[in-house]
């Protein structure tokens, strides 16, 4: 039965490039601090995205939903795990039966990547160990300090005609300023000139999850804006530059 599979157990059992990378790799062992450090540097954004936390992203499809998930909303996603050498430890796919779970109740780079998802996306996230398992693994099949690898489809969002269940979906467009609220309104026109080539929407990235990782004191709503610059960044490289989404590069 699905009750007895590593990840869904885990999961819930366990709620619990250069120097701008650093916070990429905290509590993980050698190898995978390596590989965090290239799989940054040899796919920049708009490709993978780096977060504050340390949490990497590919987006694999971009879904349709106006909704976030609250932290304690149940929300239905089909999900592999994998290992960096590419082990799968536990699939929803494979089971042909996606699992339910809210944001609260998984590992920490799930919780955060999930409230940043809508219906109908999928994500490849690249989770550093203490957003995942720590330095003491999951059992036998997840080793201690690893970065895990995972794909994660969001399916549906139980309650999400109650606005106690979600969060209205940020679609900020850079190119028409559509959807965009004061604040990003402003970083958008003023990252326009300020930052007016590729690779210098790229550094200020890096600059963002350095500065943000070097000073714990950064919470609350400090560090969502800083999320939400390095979104909106990446948005912008995004228009100029293209991106194809798949499950290929």
């Known amino acids: 039965m ?7 157990h885990a999961l819930l059992a ?13 509590a993980s062992n050698p190898e995978s ?3 965090l450090i290239e799989n940054a540097e040899s796919y920049p954004p708009p490709t993978v995205v780096t977060l504050p936390s340390g949490l990497q992203f590919k987006i694999l499809r971009e879904g349709d939903g106006k909704f976030h998930p609250a932290p304690t ?8 795990g994998r290992l960096r050498d590419g082990t799968i430890f536990d699939s929803s796919y494979r089971r042909i039966e996606p699992s339910t779970f809210a944001p609260s109740q998984v590992i920490k780079g799930w919780t955060e990547a999930m409230q940043l998802m809508v219906e109908g996306d999928k994500w490849e996230l690249y989770v550093p160990s203490h957003l995942g398992y720590g330095d003491a693994g999951q059992g036998d099949k997840i080793p201690g300090g690893d970065v895990l690898i995972f794909i994660i489809e969001m399916i549906d969002i139980e309650g999400k005609n109650d606005a106690e269940h979600v969060v209205e979906a940020r679609r900020c467009n850079v190119a028409t300023m559509e959807g965009c609220n004061e604040k990003e309104n402003g970083y958008v026109t003023k990252a ?19 500065v943000a990782s070097d000073n714990k004191n950064v919470k609350g709503d400090v560090k969502f804006w800083a999320t939400r610059r390095i979104l909106l ?3 912008m490289l995004v228009e100029e530059e293209g991106y194809i989404y798949g499950d290929e590069f």
């Not at 909303?73 to 592999?80: A, G, R, S, V």
Request: aromatic share 12%; net charge positive.
């Open 192 to 210: 326009t000139t300020k930052f007016d080539s590729g690779d210098k929407k790229r550094k200020e990235m890096e600059r963002i999850v350095k």
């Open 33 to 35: 601090e390596k590989w």
């Open 233 to 235: 960044l990446n948005r």
């Open 14 to 26: 366990a709620f619990m490039i250069s120097c701008a990378f650093s916070t990429i790799a905290q």
């Open 73 to 80: 909303t149940p929300t239905k996603c089909h999900y592999e």
């Open 2 to 8: 699905a009750s007895f599979h590593l990840l869904s």
